[in-house]
């Protein structure tokens, strides 16, 4: 089967201005650009991301003007909205939406069919989801649940969503390993009710983690110092005292 993408090198003259366009919301230039080449909805932009216009919509920082009417211009002309990148992670723009925290974005990708569960994240190659919880970008997790996203346990423990969490032990208890982690990921998120819960459920308090930073450390880093001082009293220490 044939290769359906054409590239275009990001020092392209179309491809800066497409970039343009879409970064200061010029609509009425895009759709200019769209009608003058067709093609610029199948062409991955810069080679080493192979990323799409979509993508460009939600690239970081994110927040580009008139962001929902960007994307709906890119849509009509024909794009997929659920491509993947071809990087090392294969994210879709919705990946990248929540990544950069822009709800508008993220809404418009989904209200225009983005698959809310697909897979490709930075982190464990997971949804849109698992990108939003790991970087602290809140408001964009909270619209992912919101609109009906999965979540497992870590995801669940980081947002604080105790009847997620309990439903992971109705049945059988999870491996002590994905109660620690997501343990350590309550304090990434400032939940005291979830830390507490997954300690009670035999949790290691002072397991050095992602970053090499143990729980505490985690929570200082989130600015949680009410959630980190409790945890001192609970014997938790910095990964520095441990080693």
């Known amino acids: ?40 909805v199948r062409t991955r932009f810069g080679g080493e991301s ?71 994240a930075v982190i464990g190659g997971g949804s849109a989801l698992a990108d939003a919880c790991a970087f602290g970008q809140w408001q964009a997790a909270r619209r992912l649940i919101e609109r009906g996203a999965k979540s497992n346990l870590w995801q669940s423990a980081t947002l604080g969503l105790m009847d997620r969490v309990s439903r992971e032990f109705a049945g059988n208890t999870p491996p002590l390993e994905d109660i620690t982690n997501a343990f350590w990921c309550a304090y990434h998120g400032d939940q ?27 929570a200082r880093r989130s600015e949680a110092h009410e959630l980190a001082e409790w945890l001192v009293t609970q014997g938790a220490k910095s990964a520095t005292e441990l080693k």
């Open 50 to 120: 192979g990323r799409t216009l979509l993508h460009i919509a939600a690239d970081w920082p994110g927040h580009f003007p008139n962001g929902p009417a960007i994307v709906a211009a890119i849509v009509a002309a024909g794009a997929d909205v659920n491509a993947h990148s071809i990087a090392l992670h294969e994210e879709t723009p919705l990946h990248w939406a929540a990544s950069s925290d822009d709800v508008a974005v993220l809404d418009a990708l989904l209200d225009h069919g983005a698959d809310i569960e697909a897979q490709g």
């Open 192 to 218: 005291r009710e979830a830390a507490e819960y997954l300690l009670a459920h035999g949790a290691d308090r002072n397991w050095i983690g992602h970053d090499q930073q143990t729980p505490l450390d985690a």
């Open 1 to 40: 089967m044939s290769n359906p993408w054409l590239t275009l090198a990001k020092d392209d003259p179309q491809a800066v201005a497409a970039k343009k366009a879409i970064e200061t919301g010029d609509v009425a230039g895009l759709n200019g650009l769209l009608q003058q080449n067709p093609d610029l």
